[in-house]
């Protein structure tokens, strides 16, 4: 029984934050739909509309998370319009449900082995707004319920081998003002530098080495390059944005 | 198994803000007390202490909940006072239990049939200021595990049948800056225009069908008109508040 | 079966904020090694790596968890140095796990009688930063279903008898501009007043019973003395922060 409840997992990858009924709204079709299986919040504070930073990100989240786990990712700038298809990807046992955008080809990228499909599945009513409710989460319902929803196989609107496996951009600033790229520590020396906004950042295994007020870049506990700065917010005292690139030297 | 578990939702709808250790506390009440029923944050950010603009807000949420759904409802900037009085309303087959100051008005006003009744049953320990945890909660708890506490069938304080069915307010801003209000998109014509702060506002279908830069008004997810932007901040460009009244022209 | 649900609920307690992916890669190592145990986030906006005033107030919340419960409590300005040890505290029946700075110390001043251990048992993989999720998880995953980790038993770094039983300071300030204080209301008379930031506060019941415009003290739900305005914020108006002292007259 906790088994089969691992291979049930619901995760939630969005950019509508916390206000609002939306995620709320998305739980309840999920409760109703897949009573029995576990729905974890993720993040909810994904970049908005930015569905190349969190390709990124997410394909940095999801190796802890056991086969079978059912991904409902929505970053969306496309919502209601005819150019953006809802899409299922499984890649390494895993499956993710979202618009087909983007979001999901760095998990495509990096996946020994990848499928796509097109979801032919309709609800009885389809809102024009807001599809995560109506549309993806039924079938992420219906995916961890061991259900396939109606889909055709294709490939993504987007060319995974065309995107790079190390993005050299900041692609996320958490609440205390550390900074995520979409470069893979294990891929960089500990000798290099990063040079972002004209300042040049040296490497530190950790906060507590590092000195007070100066910036470092360390490998976060997700395996990517991130600079912070220790006790103060690197983000906010060096000018970071989303999107800024950098350069290693 | 599953179906049981469906009419026993509890689902949450407050003013507290996921800051402070309030909503946890709530769901700690529930865990311990209903352990066996599925909490659901609907939202935390209804306006504060606007029951009326949450009265509104919460009718239009509740359509896609099962019979027997528990809502724990709580907008109240008279607790602790002693002129409004703890109630429970039935209507169309749904529980409400909160605060009995209009908050539930708009549901009875748009049900078929609805009975109401002012709360009993008192706990061991009763704080003056958090009604939520230690009166409402155990409340809802009681009503989702099917048993009824002491209570007496009462008129709400207010008389639905005084309040509109729509109303021309904003009633609420989400995250993005889009202005839900009170007037049902079923019930105006998509040739009509609304003014606000002296802007007139015309109808798109969807996001990507509006002009940028322009605002527009669209029939939202929940049926109600909504103004927006097209990638933009509606509430900021517009200096949009909640309760500010709008025109159909 | 409900009983022993009861006896296995898990309490998240951090300053992580709900932004980023942190507290879901909590509640995923959770959800695959604690399945059938009930995951509550009591708060997440705990002072930043503020472990004194987040001692008071953790002890200020535990009361109403029955035994057996399992409190996973995060602030951690050391993570990653080699000073701080990870740390396993049990005080009249319920668990707490973290890091061992001080966090525990106001819960074991309070308790009948405690026990401390430090955490012995290490994970495959343990990142330098994220403690949380790599270390903290796993063992509260191991205490709520009954096993116990390796642990050696151990005296707190700090003495608990050296920290004081009442703190007049400010510990937090809520949503609303509330400031609670580490005093207990039960051990203060209400004919006293308090001294803050050169202004004298007197006591009301609640809210309702205060004067706008005019701050008053009263006894929270959670026992604590905390400072207050009537539809006002009291932080802004008074220009309050967290650590500021206050004296009672």
Known sequence: MEQSRLFDMIVLFT???????????????????????????????VPVFNFRAAAYLLASLVEPFP???????????????????PCVLKADGRWYV?????????????????????????????SDSFH?????????????????????????????????????EIIYLDAFGNAMTGLHG????????????????????VFAEAEKGVPFWYVNSNGLV???????????TLGLEIGMQLQII
């Open 15 to 45: 950019d509508f934050g916390w206000r609002g009924p939306y995620v709320g709204q998305m739980k309840a079709v999920l409760a109703q739909q897949a009573p029995d299986q576990l729905v974890i919040d993720l993040m909810h504070d």
């Open 67 to 85: 086969n079978g786990t059912v991904f409902l990712a929505i970053v969306d700038p496309g919502v209601g319009s005819r150019e953006r298809r």
């Open 98 to 126: 979202g618009p087909d955008n983007g979001l999901f080809n760095v998990i495509a990228r990096h996946s020994a082995e990848y499928s796509a499909w097109v979801i032919d599945w309709q609800p009885a009513s389809l």
């Open 132 to 168: 995560g409710r109506d549309l993806f989460a039924p079938v992420s319902a219906q995916l961890a319920c061991g259900q396939l929803p109606a889909m055709t196989e294709t490939r993504l609107a987007q060319n995974p081998e065309e995107w790079p496996i190390d993005l050299a």
């Open 186 to 205: 294990a891929r960089i020396s500990k000798h290099a530098a990063l040079v972002l906004n004209g300042t040049r950042i040296n490497y530190a295994r």
């Open 226 to 236: 991130e600079i912070a700065m220790n006790q103060a917010d690197a983000a906010q």
